[in-house]
RNA sequence: GUGGGCGUAGCUCAGUUGGUUAGAGCGCCAGGUUGUGGUCCUGGAGGUCGGGGGUUCGAGACCCCUCGUCCACCCCA
């Protein structure tokens, strides 16, 4: 056993899935930018009170955080998601709007690891900002909906909801709270711990013994303002003139304490743990201003890659791209050679790797047979005295020899073949 | 954070009621083939059996603790 793991909830990504990784958010920024949004790279730190504004009832603030003090005595904390940092970056740079972001990174959650739930975890992800239109919240769920379509994934749920405004969620919840107390004896007691907390969160329980008094429970569009419920149906609207389906689910409410009117959710139907929830997001009307900036609506949705990738496998598609060099340059004569060989090759833009150490030919040619290179270039004590190299295609086994100072030119033209 | 399953070579796993020097397949290295890979044959390297303590004449197997991982809850991506 290594003296040294990686830490719990962290892992290192290798070849071929690094490969997928980089595909993976090569996808979504084509996915993305072709609808005018730019590319941020926020910090991977904050001051704490920046994460503080996503709710003192969020449990990815009050439980999960990583925080510490720095050595000038500032308390900062790992980023546990996204859109807070953008938010604080849109107050200390007021962009003009709309302010249409993407992202890609790890993000920092101190949870109890499991399969597709890492301490360490990477989403992708937009934010809008300043813009009220409830076409722009169809337009966010849209953009999700695509890249998911450009993975090759078919198996995807799509929830959506409202939660009113800002006021009409405070509303809901005493409305909730008087409906849940009054069925309390029905309740788990780790429901009955919940409602204390945040009644909204009741809806979430998976537990068998809530299913009945939560199906009972009153809807939230019984409760929301007009404007609320016309912003809604517009967005509803707007998802099916672009024909994409999704499913009103009114007990959709979602963690994290900051959204107001819409939130959607992703799940996964190819995964059966507990991590099919793929992507999620919403309107966070009022997280700019929380943070100090002036009343701002946003929106926006982050997708986790690992879960997403889980369910690429589970539909078998977005495989890892195979990565291969196009020449091998073997060398049985003293590796010099192959030294000067492959950085020629290379400086004519051609991909070109090769054997170290000086081992046996046998080695080497298996070496290039692993390397995945179409042609191997053999150069051995003939070829030397004679200025010349042997070209072997690796597919057929064809080779013939050429003249040293032609190899550019015969390599292109045996590439090309292929 | 709560409860449960599982930790044996790089990987996937065997390992009989505790009993000599812990195995296989794949992978890796070398040789067969002193100028040729993908097939085949032969050989080799690689393990403090996750770690610590205990029971025993004897522990990879049993007990305790601990760490890691997986599953459910929780939470969410």
């Not at 597709?116 to 975890?121: D, I, K, L, T, V």
């Not at 201003?289 to 609506?297: H, M, N, V, Y």
Request: with cysteine; aromatic share 8%.
């Amino acid at each position: 056993m290594p003296e040294f793991k990686t830490s719990p909830g962290t892992r290192d990504i290798l070849a071929p899935h690094s490969g997928r990784w980089r595909a993976f958010q090569d996808v979504f920024a084509h996915t993305v930018e072709a609808a005018g949004y730019n590319f941020i790279i926020p910090p991977m730190f904050e001051d704490l009170d920046v994460f503080l504004r996503l709710g003192e009832t969020t449990e990815v603030v009050t439980k999960e955080m990583y925080d510490f003090h720095d050595k000038g005595g500032r308390h900062v904390a790992l980023r546990p998601e996204q859109t807070a940092g953008v938010c604080r970056a849109y107050v200390e740079h007021r962009p003009i709007t709309p302010w249409k972001v993407w992202y890609a990174g790890p993000n920092f959650r101190y949870e109890k690891p499991q399969q597709g739930r890492y301490r360490q975890f990477d989403q992708v992800g937009v934010e809008a900002l300043g813009a009220d239109d409830p076409l722009l919240d169809a337009e966010v769920i849209a953009l999700a909906a695509k890249f998911y379509a450009d993975l090759g994934l078919k198996k995807v749920h799509l929830s959506v909801n409202t939660l009113g405004d800002a006021g009409d969620r405070e509303q809901y919840s005493q409305i909730l709270l008087k409906y849940f107390s009054a069925h309390e004896k029905d309740l788990t007691s780790e429901s009955r711990a919940t409602l204390a907390r945040n009644p909204l969160r009741v809806l979430d329980s998976k537990r068998e013994p809530d299913q009945k008094v939560i199906a009972g429970a009153p809807a939230i569009r019984e409760s929301i303002s007009e404007s609320a419920n016309q912003h809604f149906d517009a967005v509803l609207r707007a998802l099916d003139a672009l024909n994409i389906s999704y499913e009103i689910n009114n007990r959709l409410v979602r963690g994290l304490d900051y959204y107001r009117r819409t939130t959607f959710e992703f799940t996964s139907l190819a995964l059966d743990a507990a991590h099919t929830a793929i992507g999620g997001g919403g309107r966070y009307d009022g997280l700019v201003e929380a943070l100090g900036g002036p009343a701002t609506p946003g929106i926006g949705f982050a997708l986790g890659l690992d879960r997403t990738l889980l369910a690429c496998d589970a539909e078998n598609t977005f495989v890892a791209p195979t990565t291969a060099v196009q020449i091998f340059v073997v060398d049985t004569v003293d590796g010099g050679h192959a030294h000067e060989l492959c950085h020629l090759l290379r400086q004519n833009g051609i991909s070109a790797d090769r054997a170290y150490d000086l081992r046996s030919i046998k080695a080497q040619m298996k070496s290039a047979d692993r390397s995945a290179a179409s042609v191997a270039l053999i150069i051995g004590s003939d070829e030397v005295q004679n200025s010349t190299i042997m070209l072997r295609k690796m597919g057929s086994g064809e080779q013939y020899s050429i003249a040293h100072k032609d190899v550019i030119g015969e390599v292109l033209k045996a590439l090309n073949v292929k």
